[in-house]
């Protein structure tokens, strides 16, 4: 039985979002967590006394931690210039002018490991760097400096996962594949289907075949197009672009015009004869529903690989209302749950 995990700072908007996120899950029947943002403060900046009431409340709700979003890596791979399209979700870094920003980030991984030891998490997640360079042009760069941090995590007793992010240099399975083996003992997949396709990835075949045997953790969103101009995340594929030397952003241009202009009717967003409903600036597209990508052909074959890990829902879907997020996830994870079941059953 697969356990499914959920992100808290992902769908409940204002303060205090923590424990109210959990209070939620717990009514849903959600076991597992994943921590990364806590009422506005990043975990990797906690102290002690912090994460330790952190873990107090997670046992008032049975919650146990399926992974910690650690953004280790989530930084340049030279020097120390941020990259305007970056996400540290509140990380505040340690920026010290010196060495690198490579360097403050490998200083991170013995707190990582603490606090995932004092939270009983079960991975520690860590990216691959901003995409500001071709991924051939520093491969061997990008794989030694992840070897030193997979030796520390060795020599902790942990095993660190990487995650795919679409403005990352891992972007899609196949290109965090070709990481991952070749950065060898202590280091596995964190494979998220979304950031993949927002790259240019084909979920399936492609990234399934390249991960085979290399995933412990797993990332689902619910497909969605966003409704109001300049939110710029799910779309069409830009043609004639090459995915390798396209650096940062988005591979993938945005619905928002199209969608304002021509499907928003009556609340809801009609898509090749589809009705979808419109909850706040976003679509609502079940992962029962193929709608870029096939979540079901995608985990049946993960199914039948033997996979036995998480899959944790990484929704991104914040409103300003909080009835419309707290409605987002009452519909997202039954439907989630019906699809696991489906596909165990089969």
Wanted: charged share 25%.
């Amino acid at each position: 039985m697969w356990n499914i995990s959920v992100f808290c700072d992902d769908f409940l908007p204002g303060m205090p979002f923590f424990e109210r996120a959990l209070a939620l899950l717990s009514e849903l029947g959600i076991k597992h967590v994943e921590l990364r943002m806590i009422d506005e403060k990043h975990l990797i900046n906690m102290t002690n006394d912090e994460v330790l009431e952190v873990k107090k409340t997670l046992k008032k709700y049975g919650m146990k931690v399926g992974g910690l979003g650690t953004p280790i890596f989530k930084c340049p791979l030279r020097g120390y210039d941020e990259v305007k399209w970056g996400c540290t979700h509140g990380y505040k870094g340690q920026n010290t002018n010196s060495g690198s920003a490579y360097e403050d980030h490998l200083k991170l991984l013995p707190r990582a490991f603490e606090i995932a030891d004092m939270l009983d998490a079960v991975n520690v997640r860590i990216l691959s760097f901003w995409r500001e360079y071709p991924l051939g042009e520093v491969f061997n760069e990008l794989v030694e400096k992840v070897q030193k941090s997979a030796k520390l995590a060795k020599s902790a007793g942990h095993v660190l996962v990487m995650e795919n992010e679409h403005n990352n240099m891992a972007g899609t399975g196949v290109e965090l594949a070709k990481i991952v083996r070749a950065v060898g003992e202590g280091l596995t997949c964190l494979f998220d289907l979304g950031n993949s396709w927002r790259r240019g990835g084909t979920v399936y075949p492609d990234d399934f075949e390249a991960l085979k045997g290399l995933i412990s953790h797993l990332h689902i969103k619910h497909e969605s197009i966003d409704i109001m101009p300049g939110n710029n995340t799910y779309g069409e594929p830009l043609h004639g672009i090459d995915p390798e030397t396209q650096l940062g952003g988005f591979f993938r241009k945005c619905y928002s015009g199209w969608a304002m202009n021509d499907h928003k009717i009556k609340g809801r967003l009609n898509i090749d004869g589809t009705d979808f409903e419109i909850i706040g600036e976003r679509t609502l597209v079940p992962v029962t529903v193929k709608l870029h990508y096939d979540h079901r052909e995608f985990l049946t074959a993960l199914f039948k690989s033997g996979y036995t890990g998480m899959i944790a829902v990484d929704s991104n879907f914040v409103c300003p209302v909080s009835s419309e997020s707290e409605e987002n996830i009452r519909k997202t994870l039954p439907e989630l749950q019906k699809l696991i079941n489906e596909i165990l059953k089969s």
